[in-house]
């Protein structure tokens, strides 16, 4: 069993920064791809950020491009999620996601991909 615990959610201003954390269970962390995903009540899961499982892979959504980075420390098992110049419309939910069978270098971003889910950290960006 995996298990995703994400944290670093919280409120901040339009054009703060703030960084998710997302620590994972389990000894195999680094054979796992490891995604960002928010949603917003009402609306549909959205994809952010992914990271392949040796790190040399991202991909991005259009939407946070240059303003998003996604990192990861394998030794910790976690995945981070830094964000900078935040806006009122990243506010929502967060969740962390792990693909525990994907091994290229430009993982999924569709959340049907995703084996497993953290319970989420809310970011709420005021204007």
């Known amino acids: 069993q995996v298990q995703l615990v994400e944290s670093g959610g919280g409120l901040v201003q339009t054009g703060d920064s703030l960084r998710l954390s997302c620590t994972v269970s389990?000894?195999?962390?680094?054979?796992?791809?490891m995604a960002w995903f928010r949603q917003d009540p009402g609306k549909e899961r959205e994809f952010v950020a992914a990271i392949s499982r040796g790190g040399v892979g991202t991909v991005y959504a259009d939407s946070v491009k240059g303003r998003f980075t996604i990192s990861r420390d394998n030794a910790k098992n976690t995945v981070f999620l830094q964000m900078s110049s935040l806006k009122p419309e990243d506010t929502a939910i967060y969740y962390c996601?792990?693909?525990?069978?994907?091994?290229?270098?430009?993982?999924?971003?569709?959340?049907?991909?995703?084996?497993?889910w953290g319970q989420g950290t809310q970011v709420t960006v005021s204007s």
């Open positions: 389990g000894r195999t962390f680094l054979r796992y791809a």
């Open positions: 996601a792990t693909d525990v069978n994907y091994s290229g270098t430009s993982p999924p971003a569709r959340p049907g991909s995703y084996d497993y």
